[in-house]
Nanobody, 127 residues
Framework: QVQLVESGGGLVQPGRSLTLSCAAS????????MGWHRQTPGQQRELVAS????????HYVDFAKGRFTISRDAAKNMISLQMNGLKSEDSAVYYC????????????????????WGEGTLVTVST
């Protein structure tokens, strides 16, 4: 099991910055990827950015490129999302997620994947 706790949401003016953090606990060693999704009312949850833990490779969706930065503090089992130049359309509930693998090498190999989610943190960009 993996537990995720987000922090850092709040009200921010357009053009300003905000940093979200996510602390992971539990089966840390089974986590392959961590990242952030966001969701607005009536819309599907969408990926924002992710980071692969074994090599710290990062992935951003188009709207996040150049404005958002995902980072990882391995010692604290945390990831962060720094968001710059925030726009009203960035207002959403931001969810931290972790993609983990469990099982054993066998034989035969028996692995399965499981996704974990935090409870979400609300970001409101408004004057």
């Amino acid at each position: 099991q993996v537990q995720l706790v987000e922090s850092g949401g709040g009200l921010v003016q357009p053009g300003r910055s905000l940093t979200l953090s996510c602390a992971a606990s539990g089966s840390i060693g089974n986590i392959h990827t961590m990242g952030w999704h966001r969701q607005t009312p009536g819309q599907q949850r969408e990926l924002v950015a992710s980071i692969t833990l074994h090599d710290n490779s990062k992935h951003y969706v188009d709207f996040a490129k150049g404005r958002f930065t995902i980072s990882r503090d391995a010692a604290k089992n945390m990831i962060s999302l720094q968001m710059n130049g925030l726009k009203s359309e960035d207002s959403a509930v931001y969810y931290c997620y972790a993609h983990a693998y469990f099982g054993d090498a066998g034989p035969p190999p028996n692995f399965y994947a499981k996704d974990y989610w935090g409870e979400g943190t609300l970001v409101t960009v408004s004057t």
